[in-house]
């Protein structure tokens, strides 16, 4: 039985990071769509991770500026917004958020509690 429910969660890790593999192919596929070159993504893909500054303040203001720059759905909203504004500064900022925040995941990195930054949503770093 607990084999069992160790191959379960494993297959279960697996499918949410295909899941996240998925949507970081769609930040990519999204970001073809607007009229950067290819460099500005990789360039900017870091970009989210300088919200960790935060965390010399203290460890609270750390998880919050981590986590909203590391919220799909602010990336979302801000790719929205910059659609409907046909504002292509605002799509690429909002597909960048969206596409490092799946990154992060696929690496096991979560949204962070306010005690400690090896303390995530997706468990102990």
């Known amino acids: 039985m607990v084999f069992f429910i160790f191959i379960e969660i494993h297959f279960m890790k697996n499918i949410l990071k295909l899941e996240?593999?998925?949507?970081?192919?769609?930040?990519?596929?999204?970001?073809?769509?607007?009229?950067?070159t290819w460099w500005w993504y990789l360039v900017l893909f870091l970009a989210p991770d300088l919200s960790m500054i935060g965390y010399l303040i203290n460890p609270m203001i750390g998880a919050y500026s981590y986590n909203f720059f590391h919220h799909k759905l602010v990336g979302i909203i801000i790719g929205l917004t910059g659609f409907y504004f046909h504002n292509e500064i605002y799509m690429l900022a909002g597909i960048i958020i969206f596409g490092h925040s799946s990154f992060d995941r696929i690496l096991g990195n979560g949204l962070k509690y306010t005690d400690s930054f090896k303390n995530t949503h997706l468990g102990a770093i």
């Open 20 to 36: 996240e593999i998925g949507m970081l192919v769609l930040s990519m596929v999204l970001f073809s769509q607007l009229h950067f």
